[in-house]
């Protein structure tokens, strides 16, 4: 196997464990009961992170 081809199979391996860490986040935060920091343009809930921002 050429240094590339290793280079793609680790960066997708990565990716997928990427895909796994964000939908455990997803699930965190969906359960949170949110305590919000507020910011001028967004608020940020700190026990979770999850960041709503005042800008549509």
Excluded at 22 to 50: M, P
């Amino acid at each position: 196997m050429t240094e590339v081809e290793e280079l793609v199979k680790e960066m997708n391996t990565y990716k997928e464990q990427l895909d796994q860490l964000e939908a455990r986040l997803q699930a965190i935060q969906r359960s949170c009961d949110h305590q919000f920091s507020e910011e001028e343009s967004y608020r940020i809930c700190i026990k979770c992170h999850y960041m709503e921002s005042y800008h549509y």
